[in-house]
């Protein structure tokens, strides 16, 4: 069964710093780029960003710079370091994953509220 256990959100001030964490069962993590999404209210979901197989990220042009996407092959775990924050960060944020099994499947995380607010 898989699953993705996002934890690590909360309240943070304007330019305060957060690092958030999934962590999956059920799949070779290794084998499979991961991303971090995030939905603010009234909002559609976007992507913040993703890290292939190599460790190589990409970035939303919105958090370059301020986020770092990493992974730990060994603890099963992807992290969203975020640096910075802006009130605009204020989202749910979402681990995802696409797996190829006989055809693709999303699986998503339960979501991780990050809250940016003075």
């Known amino acids: 069964q898989v699953q993705l256990v996002e934890s690590g959100g909360g309240l943070v001030q304007p330019g305060g710093s957060l690092r958030l964490s999934c962590t999956v069962s059920?799949?070779?993590?290794?084998?499979?780029?991961m991303s971090w999404y995030r939905q603010a209210p009234g909002e559609e979901r976007e992507l913040v960003a993703r890290i292939n197989v190599g460790g190589s990220p990409n970035y939303a042009d919105s958090v370059k710079g301020r986020f770092t996407i990493s992974r730990d092959n060994a603890k099963n775990t992807v992290y969203l370091q975020m640096d910075n924050l802006k009130p605009e960060d204020t989202a749910m944020y979402y681990c995802?994953?696409?797996?190829?099994?006989?055809?693709?499947?999303?699986?998503w995380g339960q979501g991780t509220q990050v809250t940016v607010s003075s």
């Open positions: 995802y994953v696409a797996l190829y099994v006989s055809g693709w499947y999303e699986y």
């Open positions: 059920g799949f070779t993590f290794s084998g499979y780029p």
